[in-house]
């Protein structure tokens, strides 16, 4: 799975911080990056391959900033579970009575996280704006970079085989999952980067529209 560098004027900026695992901080020492380096990490989503990270990040020596999408928060500080999946899937309600898969991994409460809501632009790298993708979590959001003609989507969509919408079982809320689909189609980026799989680029908004009313 994917991790985004936004390397800033005050330092290094994580987008979404991995498993709970040792992988994260091998690779950024790849690109010379130490664990105190990190200023802020920005999280696409709350689910454990995404913000299970960011505990080991932290004992490693960051004492960065964690932003979050709102709906998310209360997950990413340990005061609220997982959200459960969609149940209008017999896979979703299946997936809601068994316990998390292996590897699916851990999350330790990050008591300190704050909030990000829809139009905040985080002056970095030529200007981050924060859009509320809500479906595969309820806080999930996608970050815009138009100076990079970049939008980091997270796990709206999968790359993984084929472009998808994110599996309905793996969504909190199957509908408005492809109306956030439909969001990062109308932004039309020259690429869009995704947590499986790897980025899309050429005519992203016109794949995404059809994902989006095929699915729908
Ligand atoms: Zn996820």
């Not at 979404?16 to 994260?24: K, Q």
């Not at 990490?41 to 689910?47: D, E, K, P």
């Not at 809501?117 to 200007?127: A, I, Q, R, S």
């Amino acid at each position: 799975m994917n991790c985004w560098v936004l390397q800033g004027d005050d330092g290094v900026t994580l987008v979404d911080a991995g498993l709970a695992a040792p992988g994260l901080e091998r690779a950024l020492r790849r690109l010379g990056i130490a664990p105190r380096d990190v200023v802020r990490v920005l999280l696409t989503h709350g689910h454990p391959d995404h913000a299970g990270g960011l505990a080991r990040l932290r004992r490693a020596g960051t004492d960065s900033e964690v932003r979050v999408g709102a709906a998310d928060l209360a997950t990413v500080q340990g005061e609220a579970p997982q959200p459960d999946s969609d149940p209008s899937t017999r896979l979703g309600r299946l997936f809601n009575r068994l316990p998390p898969p292996p590897g699916f991994g851990e999350l330790e409460p990050t008591p300190d996280a704050t909030a990000l809501t829809e139009g905040d632009e985080l002056d970095l790298v030529g200007g981050v704006r924060v859009v509320e993708t809500p479906g595969h979590s309820p806080g999930h959001v996608a970050f815009h970079l138009p100076a990079h003609d970049l939008v980091i989507g997270g796990d709206a969509l999968f790359n993984v085989f084929s472009l998808r919408p994110a599996p309905g079982f793996l969504c909190s809320d199957v509908p408005a999952n492809l109306r956030a689909v439909a969001t990062i189609a109308d932004l039309a980026p020259g690429t869009l980067a995704l947590a499986h799989g790897s980025a899309v680029t050429g005519d992203v908004a016109g794949r995404l529209r059809e994902l989006a009313s095929q699915a729908g």
